[in-house]
């Protein structure tokens, strides 16, 4: 049954992405569904305002830049029952508090799934063009490349290793079923018949890095993932491999990756790098091998509506006395990114 009254919705985040994520017709379809004050914006659940505003919460509607929901903030918000989380993974927000005290959060990590996974698509077809030497080439020498210089370049059969079959990963093998490519999936939470059905080929990650000509990472940033890709496992990649990092650079022994990178053996599209941003000294900065972009994969600009108006549904549909559609569970953080 729909509420008698209509919650009460607190924003948290950083204040510059309020407008991007919910422009005027989506602030309007709030203000019809929850009592809100867009001039509250969050930042310290320290301060005076802030704790006012929490005591009489029912919806915390979070974003990047939220404090971490502790048992602190928690106690100070003793009437809230639901998180909306208008960003990606709900990891640095979500404590846990949070689960202990059953409030039900919702992220909008799939829908920034898809402009993660349409720029890792994009990537991956460039890079089987061979696209990024070429441009350095061609800068150079102001000649088109010969038949034989490009024997081994093109994208038919081309064998893209997709590492975690995320929201992210998932996306990405959808969209990858037009092309030609022989695609190949390492999950240890998918069977060999789900990664099937997912349009892969399933194999064990030593396998999946020694076949692929393209490597892509899906995989979630966790303490058992962290340099899932060390230096032993970097040097399986074939000779001119690829690896295509748009997850958390985390996931790939920085020290290993730059001396494999330094040599020429491997190219590298980095859109995440651990630390981030790189020392201004580090040689990913300038080698030619290395596409390097400034985490721009997810969201941005008119995309963080599509964010924002998943918040908008949940809320409708939480005033509603619907189910939420995006409701994350503490057990979906082993294996969501």
């Not at 508090?97 to 349409?118: D, F, Y």
């Amino acid at each position: 049954m729909p509420s008698a009254q209509p919650p009460l919705a607190v924003f948290a985040m950083d204040p510059v992405h309020l407008p991007r994520l919910f422009p005027a017709p989506l602030l309007a379809r709030l203000r019809r569904t929850a009592v809100i004050d867009p001039g509250l914006v969050v930042r310290d659940f320290a301060d005076p305002a802030a704790a006012r505003a929490l005591a009489e919460a029912d919806v915390l509607i979070t974003g990047w830049g939220c404090p971490r929901l502790d048992g602190g903030a928690l106690a100070a918000a003793p009437r809230l029952r639901t998180v909306l989380h208008s960003a990606g993974s709900v990891r640095p927000v979500a404590g846990e508090a949070v689960w202990e005290r059953g409030i039900a959060v919702s992220s909008a990590a799939g829908a920034n799934a898809l402009p993660v996974a349409e720029y890792t698509l994009a990537m991956i077809l460039l890079a089987g063009k061979d696209a990024f030497a070429r441009r350095e080439r061609y800068r150079e020498t102001h000649a088109e490349p010969t038949p034989a210089e490009t024997a081994g370049t093109g994208n038919l059969g081309r064998r893209v290793g997709i590492v975690g079959a995320s929201r992210v990963g998932r996306r990405l093998l959808e969209l990858l079923r037009p092309f030609d490519f022989e695609v190949l999936l390492h999950d240890p939470y998918v069977d060999a018949a789900e990664a099937r059905a997912l349009g892969a080929q399933p194999l064990g990650l030593t396998d999946l890095l020694r076949r692929s000509d393209i490597v892509s990472l899906h995989a979630p940033d966790l303490p058992e993932t962290r340099h899932l890709l060390d230096r032993e496992r970097l040097a399986l990649i074939r000779d001119g491999g690829m690896l295509i990092n748009t997850s958390r650079g985390a996931l790939v022994a920085p020290d290993a990756l730059a001396d494999e990178l330094v040599s020429g053996r491997l190219h590298a599209v980095l859109d995440v790098t651990d630390p981030e941003p790189p020392p201004a000294d580090s040689p990913l900065y300038r080698l030619p091998n290395v596409f390097l972009t400034p985490h721009i994969a997810g969201s941005l600009g008119n995309e963080l509506e599509r964010l924002g108006r998943v918040v908008v549904e949940e809320l409708e549909r939480l005033a509603a006395g619907l189910p939420l559609a995006h409701e994350v569970r503490r057990a979906d953080l082993t294996r969501a990114a």
